[in-house]
């Protein structure tokens, strides 16, 4: 099975929970990438459930409302029943690096808005420990060189994602091999930098569910909360 088809799949898992899950029309939190997308185009389906939808991209609130799907944004939505995204990697603690699509930032904030959090992704994304991918942080342009060294003393080597602004008119770096095998404490730190907007570890706000599509089917992983 190709990518893309495990794609559809982990979304087609999502929608089915969604319809277990509420009987009620819902605020849906929309995420943004290529296994969001499937998951957009199937929205149609449950149509008569969403009251709402609030997505974290430009791109994937204009394909929400190409397919007539309403869009609100968080300000006039109030919080949000459950968020539903992609990964660029998860743990076991479902815990994630987002933001290959540079949508990080407003990722984080509708993720922390959403009661639910579920996240999409097809097998590839599962990692013991996050890292391999490069981590991608939001930065206030003036602020770039400065923060690249700040990362750089932290141990990572930043790259500038250059022709990339993100849809709050700011840069990406992609930060390459920092250790993160203990995510919350350095998603912390990197949020202190003077400079950062948001870096994409998803630490703090882990997802509550995954779905996880490879060629034996779709794992779903559900986060154990700790008291
Ligand atoms: C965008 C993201 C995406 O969720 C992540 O990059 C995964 O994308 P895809 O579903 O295309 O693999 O964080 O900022």
């Given at each position: 099975m190709d990518q893309s088809a495990l794609k559809e799949l982990a979304a087609r898992a999502a929608v089915d929970a969604i319809k277990d899950r509420y009987d009620k029309e819902i605020a849906l939190g929309i995420g943004t990438g290529s296994t969001a997308e499937c998951f957009i185009k199937m929205l149609p389906e449950i149509k008569d459930r969403i009251e709402v939808t609030v997505a974290s991209s430009e791109r994937s609130a204009a394909l929400l409302a190409e397919l007539d799907i309403p869009v609100s944004d968080l300000n006039a939505s109030g919080p949000l029943?459950?968020?539903?995204?992609?990964?660029?990697?998860?743990?076991?603690?479902?815990?994630?690096?987002?933001?290959?699509?540079?949508?990080?930032?407003?990722?984080?904030?509708?993720?922390?808005?959403s009661e639910h959090f579920i996240c999409i992704a097809d097998q590839s994304k599962r990692v013991s420990e996050l890292g391999a991918f490069p981590l991608p942080v939001e930065v206030i342009p003036i602020a770039r060189s400065h923060v690249a060294r700040l990362l750089a003393d932290l141990g990572g080597t930043p790259v500038w994602r250059e022709g990339v602004i993100t849809d709050n008119g700011n840069v990406v770096l992609d930060?390459?091999?920092?250790?993160?095998?203990?995510?919350?404490?350095?998603?912390?730190?990197?949020?202190?930098?003077?400079?950062?907007?948001?870096?994409?570890?998803?630490?703090?706000?882990?997802?509550?569910?995954?779905?996880?599509?490879?060629?034996?089917?779709?794992?779903?992983?559900?986060?154990?909360?700790?008291?």
């Open positions: 029943d459950v968020y539903v995204d992609g990964a660029d990697e998860i743990n076991g603690a479902l815990e994630m690096i987002k933001g290959g699509g540079a949508a990080l930032t407003r990722e984080k904030i509708i993720a922390g808005a930060v390459h091999g920092l250790r993160l095998n203990e995510p919350g404490p350095v998603e912390a730190l990197i949020n202190q930098m003077v400079g950062v907007v948001t870096n994409g570890i998803f630490a703090h706000r882990p997802a509550d569910d995954a779905f996880l599509a490879g060629s034996a089917g779709v794992q779903r992983m559900t986060r154990e909360i700790r008291s």
